[in-house]
């Protein structure tokens, strides 16, 4: 089973940069031990339904839940975090599999 965790988050009113941030966890990510797929999206224009301004949403793939479980409690995964803690009003992390 590969892990397909879909993690989306949505600033707080005025949160600028938490989209624009997650490009640092991404270069930490990528090459990374039991990393297959790490990729933030966000929304085309003319979305409807949308997430909405400024959420981003990350689709993963990992090759094991230790490896998701690793990733999740890393240091620059910790780092980020930490620098969007006061950014991010609402964040969701749904752990997936293949159907």
Known sequence: MSPLPMAQAAPVTGGVGVVG???????GVRGG?????YGPVVDVDGADPAFGPDTFV?????????????HAVAPHMA???????????????HVLTDA
């Open 21 to 27: 941030g997650v490009g640092v966890v991404v270069g």
């Open 33 to 37: 031990a039991g990393g297959i797929e």
């Open 58 to 70: 990350v689709v993963e793939k990992w090759e094991s839940m230790a490896a998701l479980k690793a």
């Open 79 to 93: 780092a980020y975090g930490e620098k969007t803690k006061d950014l991010v009003a609402k964040r969701a992390v």
